[in-house]
């Protein structure tokens, strides 16, 4: 998607300070953090949200939540906890029209969230 933020930072258009990069994935700081660590992971390959990725590639999923869990592991969070917040659509507070996952950890989470 040309117009598509976090497309331009995969594509180095726009700098980010990045944590971890693979063949399918780009995590990064988030730049409005809401908690000591605030990382956000996306998708080398843009589907809209959640309910836009097909039954067929639900590995994208599955590979956004282990390497979470890896990040968290080499953050440090990972024993004393983290939160994972994936916002599908407007109502949810998705901004950015590109899926991604936000890690948060390194402080006490309250309930309810929003």
Request: charged residues 25%; aromatic residues 8%.
């Amino acid at each position: 998607m040309e117009n598509c933020i976090f497309c331009k930072i995969i594509k180095r258009e726009i700098p980010s300070d990045f944590v971890f990069e693979d063949e399918n994935i780009i995590a990064f700081n988030d730049i409005n953090p809401q908690a000591p660590i605030h990382i956000l992971l996306i998708p080398k390959k843009h589907f809209a949200s959640l309910n836009d990725i097909p039954e067929e590639k639900k590995e994208v999923l599955s590979d956004l939540l282990l390497k979470a869990r890896q990040i968290a592991k080499e953050k440090g969070i990972a024993r004393t906890g983290y939160r994972l917040v994936l916002n599908t659509a407007k109502d949810s507070g998705q901004e950015v029209f590109h899926i991604h996952l936000h890690l948060l950890g390194g402080r006490r989470m309250s309930w309810p969230p929003g």
